[in-house]
């Protein structure tokens, strides 16, 4: 098989090109896509989604590796490109935007596995769109920018904590595995990135409806410089004792951030939060 360099290369030459506004920037590392088939195929029945393939590099092992893949792409022009390539690979290959994918829709009641070399400006609607879906996911293995992955994994108290890890967090555990230089793509991209893998893995005794335990979660770190009291009163629309009343209830003091709050305290919240409107 010819190295990853050799094939993006050669792809290259015949005129496929890398679009900016999409976000593609070709991974090329041998070493780097070996790593990324580890973490995620641990049975090779397990079916499994790509998204965002591009010249089929990383396709093209994992068609290998696995029984069934399915390699999602938005690229009309990297379709006759993959169709090429990837011919006689279990591969089906689907154009279309991954926001609109639907998992059951292609493998059924199974439960299956993602991988995704995610563009900046996306990463966090696609990562949103599929952890909807964790009743058809046993995880993922995504490439993000570094600073994306920080959030992925960051713990309670730290700047990178914020509404994208409690998102994360909520349905899976995330653990940032390694990280990549620009050189290995193509083209070099101006920032380092990082493989993170999200075993699926529900927050136990999680009983609140998830959009208001969202819009708590938004309302607090609305405004992250300013203590929860300020933050919740705005953000919710609440007045400000109420805001003050609503954290005492759960013994949160009003003067706490919200990059403090583990994510059993927003439970908490959220349930303080809907008792208190149920009661106007």
């Known amino acids: 098989m010819e190295t990853a360099a050799e094939y993006t290369r050669r792809i290259l030459r015949t005129g496929a090109k890398a679009h900016k506004s999409l976000g593609q920037n070709f991974l090329m590392d041998d070493i780097v896509i070996d790593r990324i088939v580890q973490t995620a195929i641990e049975n090779k029945s397990i079916p499994i989604v790509e998204v965002g393939p591009g010249l089929g590099v990383l396709t093209r092992v994992l068609g290998e590796k696995a029984e069934k893949v399915w390699a999602i792409e938005l690229d009309k022009s990297k379709i006759p490109v993959l169709e090429k390539e990837l011919k006689g690979l279990p591969v089906k290959i689907v154009n279309m935007n991954a926001l609109e994918l639907k998992l059951k829709d292609i493998w059924g009641q199974e439960k299956g596995y993602l991988i995704g070399n995610l563009p900046y400006y996306i990463t966090s609607p696609i990562l949103i769109h599929f952890l909807s879906q964790t009743e058809s996911l046993l995880g993922m293995t995504v490439m993000v920018q570094r600073e994306v992955a920080d959030r992925l994994v960051a713990k309670p108290g730290g700047k990178d904590y914020g509404v994208l890890s409690v998102a994360v967090q909520v349905s899976a555990e995330a653990e940032k595995i390694f990280e ?75 003067q706490r951030r919200a990059e403090t709050l583990r994510i059993r305290e927003f439970l908490d919240l959220t349930k303080a939060y809907l008792e208190q409107k149920d009661i106007k």
């Open 180 to 254: 990549v230089t620009p050189e290995a793509f193509w083209p070099a991209p101006k920032v380092t990135s990082a493989v993170v893998r999200l075993r699926i893995r529900p927050y136990p005794n999680f009983d609140v409806p998830e959009p208001e335990f969202f819009r708590v979660v938004k309302a607090a770190f609305s405004q992250r410089r300013k203590n929860l009291g300020n933050s919740l009163s705005s953000g919710l629309s609440l007045g400000k004792q109420e805001a003050i009343s609503l954290l005492q209830k759960v013994n949160i003091s009003d």
